[in-house]
């Protein structure tokens, strides 16, 4: 029988449609290619030079509010800019069309020496606070049809400031990998008049083997189909088609759980943890979305230590993802990993 | 009107199907994250710690053949290995199938120091005489049904020896890219009778923008729809399927090309340049694919220097691929460098 601890299989991304190659024997492979430098800093609470620390000067010539909470901007060079007129473009086999949008930066917190995992949670639920009020207000305009709230943390995720902050790109069109969650999202409630999130999520509570994190409301787990070595899914227990309709208690509790696997992260190599994270949320278009719940991703690119990566590259780029070890087995080691912070201990 | 060079737009690529968000304006951001490091070496013809050079010794204890021309072998650490059972596996919402498959490793020189702009037009003619080989035999084997030859070039993009090779996959599955095209090139086909990327080619070559390089069999341009800065595809002008029924002339003139492009990819920032190289072809899996028109992609990282890359970051990996410079100015840059390598200068 197909022995996943051994055997090289694929497996399917049940939001998505794609299919991930595993192949977890790899492991044993030697590496000697790229080591990433570890920069263990310690940060002082206000940095003069830094364009996102409170009082200070911004690239732009802005001046940053003397902001005592979580708080938001328009990116000076945003990627997205409002107004563009709705316009398409066609000639012959090319096809182009306009993209309006905003781009924003969310300061975490003013101190510019914390991370998440470092904050307090009633810190990180100020945070969640700015994003629901980001999300409601973006999503409200007749021009924005989805709103993508991320992070990249860290040097190696093209992170340009260590100041904690997060961004925000809302758009009139609805991106790739929202667009295929939509349709599977869809399909699923139309046959079967529930949540396929929330029917993923009472299989994986039974099989135990990939959860690492439970609290009242939430659970975060390596999903079966992760790509990258240590990816983590947050999911609601409760079906919330966006951020937007969880009470208090339940948004307090996802600030609980936030802290809680960012902290694991750290303490797997004993470094600030460098990941990409993004919630996946239904389209603000103004279409109903029934079959939505959100979930929060984690894709953090380190995979034998603090130093080596896992690369995306030649095969992952032109044929499908490849990881090396299993989900089962990054559950195991994240679940395993102390509660506290190791900067705490 | 819709300015390319000024206005967010979306642009569609025929081949897969998805969109690209490009953010021209977005060039003149300041940039202060990480900066790559430059390696610059001077590397012997011969080194005896390379587990790829001729006759030495490679981690798992096989000895390289004393090879004087183009080599494969079967990689040692293997993502893929033969005679797993096909067995297919479903538990309520998993689901997972065993892959079966083999790696090898191109070694495209016994000399060390080469890279491909460095190496002749005649031994990279052989070079792919042996892709043609590999592709041919692994092709005919009734459980591989695609052969995947790529490159990953400099520690940047996961390269562990800097010995000049590659790398092909062959495996039972098609794998999600080369799946996507096929579902764009097989419709096209059915409503037009001719080959997409024949129809595509014309288009460029009376738009001259985004050409590059031409020569007698091929053309290389950066394609409409290109994701990464300096991305470039070479086409040749006469609708192959895959590699293996190119004439003689026509693969050397491959070989000339691909000299070609990779000279001036090392002009652009003066190193030796990295990429990810993939050449996609028809499926080995029996069926005919009369839609299919091989072509080989370059997608390098480097942005601004050689120093700066782009990150596929938070919004790529959550949202959509973005670049920041259009295609038109990357070919414009690309066209405009020396024909010869900076080194012979
Ligand atoms: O096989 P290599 O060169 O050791 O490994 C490299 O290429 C592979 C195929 O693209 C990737 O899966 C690895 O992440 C990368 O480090
Ligand atoms: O906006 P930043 O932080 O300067 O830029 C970073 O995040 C963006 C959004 O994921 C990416 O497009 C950039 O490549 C990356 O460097």
Redesign the interface.
């Known amino acids: ?2 022995d ?1 601890n051994d ?6 991304n ?1 939001l998505t449609g ?2 991930v ?1 595993v ?1 977890p ?2 492991t ?7 080591e990433e430098e570890v920069i263990i800093e310690e940060r002082p609470s206000y940095d003069p030079s830094c ?1 996102l620390c409170p009082g200070n000067e911004r ?1 732009g010539g802005h001046k940053n509010e003397e902001y005592k909470e979580p708080w938001s901007f328009t990116n000076d ?5 409002r107004d ?2 709705e ?1 398409k ?1 066609k ?11 905003t781009c924003k930066v969310v300061c975490f917190s003013p101190d510019h020496s914390l991370t998440l995992p470092v904050m307090d949670v009633a810190e990180i639920d100020k945070v969640i606070a700015l994003w629901q009020r980001e999300f409601r207000e973006l999503g409200a305009k007749k021009d924005i049809n ?1 709103v ?1 709230i ?3 943390k860290g ?7 260590p100041h904690p902050h997060g ?1 925000i ?1 809302a758009q009139r ?1 609805i ?4 667009t295929k969650k939509c349709k599977q999202l869809t399909e699923y409630w139309n046959n079967n008049k529930v949540s ?1 999130l929330s ?2 999520l009472k ?1 994986e509570l039974q099989a135990k083997e990939r959860i690492i994190v439970e609290t009242e409301y939430f659970v975060a787990l390596v999903p ?1 189909w992760a790509v990258w070595p240590y990816e983590v899914m947050i999911i609601p227990r409760n079906q919330h088609r966006t951020i937007l309709s969880l009470t208090e208690e339940e948004r307090k509790d996802y600030a609980k759980i936030i802290k809680a696997v960012t902290i694991k992260y750290d303490n797997l190599f004993k470094i600030s943890f460098p990941y ?3 919630i ?1 949320q239904a389209p603000t278009d103004g279409r109903d979305w029934d079959s939505w719940h959100f979930h929060m ?1 984690f ?1 953090p690119p380190l995979l034998r230590s603090a130093t080596v990566k896992k ?1 995306m ?3 992952e ?6 990881r ?1 070890i299993t989900a089962e087995m990054a559950a195991e080691t994240l679940r395993n990993l102390p509660d506290v912070h190791y900067s705490k201990t």
Chains 1, 2 share one sequence.
């Not at 040097?155 to 400031?161: F, H, K, L, P, R």
């Not at 780029?317 to 490849?322: G, I, L, R, S």
Request: glycine fraction near 6%; hydrophobic fraction near 35%.
């Open positions: 029988m197909l996943f055997n090289s299989h694929r497996r399917h049940i794609d299919w190659l192949s024997h790899r044993k492979r030697p590496w000697q290619g790229k364009y690239a060079f945003a990627a997205l800019k563009v007129p316009e473009f000639s012959g086999l090319l096809k182009a069309e306009a993209e309006s949008g989805h993508q991320f992070e990249n040097a190696i995720m093209g992170c340009s400031n961004q790109w069109t991106p790739l990998e929202v396929l029917d993923y299989q079966y990409s994270s993004g996946h991703l894709y690369f590259v030649g095969y780029m032109f044929a499908t993802p490849q090396d």
